[in-house]
C-alpha cells in the first residue's frame, strides 16, 4: 500500500526496537499505526499469523473500525519505524481514501478466508462435529451485517476471543 505512505506522512513517527509490543490482543487501544520499514509479526491466540514487512501497511485498523479490543498482537521483529496516529478512528473519518484502502484490504482478507471455509465445508461436508458446522459459519457471514457475533468453538465455547 504504497499510497498509505503518502497519505500518512503528517502523523507521527516512532521507532521500536525488536520485541516491542505496538498492539496487544484484547487491549482497547484506539491506535493506527503504518509500517515504514523494519518489520512486525501479527499473532492470534499466541499463534503466529504472518510477519509484515511491506512499507505501508496498516494495523489496528480493526480495532479502530469496529471499536473494540485488538484482536491481534502486534510485535517489532526487528529494530522497526512506524508512523502512528493515536485516534484511529478520527484519523479513518478525516481520510477517506485511506479508508477506502483499508476497506479494500479487509475484503480481501475476507475473500481468502471465505474461500478457504468453502475448501473445507467440501472437505467436511459428511462430518457432525465441528467441522461440519462450516455450512453455519459460511451462511453467517453471507447474512452478517452489524449484529455483535459471539465467537467460540466446540472446543472452547466460552473461551475469551
Known sequence: MPDML?????????????????IAEGEVHGLLYVL??????????GS???????????????SALLGGPATATVRAVRQTRLRRSDDGPGFLRANPAVTHAVATMLAQRLDVMTGFLVDLRHQYADRADGLGMLDTVLDSLRHHQSRAVEPGSEREPDAPY
Request: a negative charge.
Open 6 to 22: 503518502d497519505w500518512s506522512a503528517g502523523l507521527p513517527e516512532v521507532t521500536l526496537p525488536g520485541g516491542a509490543v505496538l
Open 48 to 62: 503466529t499469523l504472518r510477519v509484515v514487512d511491506e512499507p505501508g501497511a496498516v494495523f489496528g485498523e480493526m
Open 36 to 45: 515504514v520499514d523494519g518489520a512486525v509479526e501479527v499473532s492470534r491466540a
